[in-house]
């Protein structure tokens, strides 16, 4: 075959819906299971995969998504043709530097006009990919975050210390755990247990029990992108997802409180959750524990290396416009967290341009550390010893979980500001760049 032939066949395959309608619907679903399986929210793994779809030279009215957090659904018709095809998520985590790959391919896609072996090729190489950074630097990374939180939340520089070296200690816990094939679930609760007896035991060391340690050590297990997510999914009209998600949260954290509240039955150790959590100071301690947290979660969350200072600034941002709303203007927590989530989401809508990356990588983590574990732990707390507290203890704890999802869908609905509110101004630019896009490609096919 000529290679004038093999440009017209090339072409004709990504103008014709359903010509090799196998492997376009094989690369579909390949490119929303990378999505899926590496923390995007429902909009997203559909937004990218309709991108691929134009690609492909399928239009949006003939192609049909469904979208759950397990299973992926696609259906590509006409009034003669009906082809549909299913696709198992069998594993979630958070990685950042994939979504980010994933979505800059379906646009390089458009715009060079790849063949379906190339797009192929390039989906391999994003999924065989080396996180950015090695083992020990994450659990480093895992330390630094739970440290941050000590910070945020009252604590000393030495509490900091303690909880960063417990928390990195507990993450390789978490690894070993994983490595052996334990259940997801018993394997945080065993984390959990390990890693707070490690914090518990750090009273030998200074002549004390360390309340703060204990508190933030586990919280580089919180699911903070599920939890997001899971609020997004549902204001997105994504309900089956959304729950799902918001049910593996909830398994997550009651984990997380079994192995904690095992360890401190263990070592004889009062409720430490009716510890003070107010700051030390609003500004500058906050804003470098913020920082610090940020980043850690960023090295968790596999964001790319150039993105970490960008990061950092937007905790700072995140936390200091919420510290000041709460401890100076009197707001509420929920308030105060939206207005910082808020910020950095709009924020984000120009960012995307400056940095040439996805505003979800500069605003989930710079809004991470405003995530309430604490409070989620006094609610489960509360209804784990339900049969010998007090009732007033157990509205308190029904008090910290209404206050605890009320910080969450704040946080969410900041960051989700952009797709809230002006969601049709930006589908219909993108639309109109990928039109732009289809449209020169189709021109220089002519020529």
């Not at 990504?14 to 090799?20: I, S």
């Not at 063949?115 to 999924?127: G, K, M, T, V, W």
């Not at 290396?305 to 936390?319: C, H, N, Q």
């Amino acid at each position: 075959m000529s290679e004038k032939q093999e440009e017209n066949l090339k072409e004709e395959v990504l103008t014709e819906p359903f010509a090799e309608i196998g492997p376009k619907m094989h690369l579909l679903l390949h490119t929303g299971q990378l999505l899926m399986e590496n923390g995007a929210d429902s909009d997203r793994t559909v937004r990218d995969m309709m991108r691929a779809a134009a690609f492909m030279g399928i239009s949006k009215d003939r192609i049909h998504q469904h979208v759950m957090y397990t299973t992926l659904m696609l259906n590509v018709n006409d009034t003669r043709h009906s082809y549909t095809e299913f696709r198992k998520c069998t594993k979630h985590g958070v990685n950042m530097t994939t979504l980010s790959a994933v979505s800059k391919l379906t646009w390089r896609a458009l715009a060079k006009g790849y063949s379906l072996e190339d797009f192929s090729r390039q989906l391999d190489h994003i999924r065989s990919m080396p996180r950015n950074y090695p083992v020990w630097l994450t659990a480093l990374g895992a330390g630094a975050a739970c440290g941050g939180f000590c910070k945020l939340f009252g604590g000393s520089w030495q509490d900091f210390f303690l909880t960063a070296l417990c928390a990195a200690l507990g993450f390789f816990i978490r690894r070993l755990c994983t490595s052996y094939g334990f259940n997801i679930y018993a394997g945080i609760a065993i984390t959990s247990f390990v890693t707070t007896m490690l914090a518990w035991a750090t009273q030998f060391i200074t002549g004390g029990l360390n309340w703060y340690p204990l508190i933030a050590c586990t919280l580089f297990l919180v699911p903070g992108i599920p939890l997001i997510n899971a609020v997004d999914d549902l204001l997105n009209n994504f309900i089956v997802s959304g729950m799902t998600r918001a049910m593996h949260t909830l398994l997550v954290v009651g984990s997380m409180t079994f192995g904690i509240a095992t360890a401190i039955r263990l070592g004889g150790v009062t409720d430490f959750t009716s510890v003070g959590l107010t700051p030390d100071t609003i500004y500058f301690s906050q804003a470098v524990a913020a920082a610090i947290a940020s980043v850690g979660f960023s090295i968790i969350f596999n964001v790319p290396k150039r993105l970490l200072p960008v990061v950092a600034v937007g905790g700072i941002i995140t936390v200091l416009i919420r510290n000041v709303a709460v401890m100076q203007f009197g707001a509420s927590q929920a308030a105060g967290s939206f207005l910082g989530a808020a910020v950095v989401g709009l924020i984000a809508l120009k960012a995307i341009h400056w940095f040439h990356a996805p505003n979800i990588i500069m605003t989930i983590p710079s809004a991470i550390p405003m995530i309430p574990g604490v409070l989620l732990y006094r609610l489960l707390f509360a209804l784990l010893n339900i049969q010998s507290i007090t009732s007033g203890a157990l509205l308190d704890g029904i008090r910290s979980g209404v206050s605890a999802v009320t910080i969450i869908i704040g946080i969410a609905i900041g960051v989700a500001i952009p797709n809230i509110f002006i969601h049709r101004y930006i589908e219909r630019r993108k639309q109109a760049d990928v039109r732009r896009l289809l449209a020169k490609r189709y021109a220089d096919s002519e020529d």
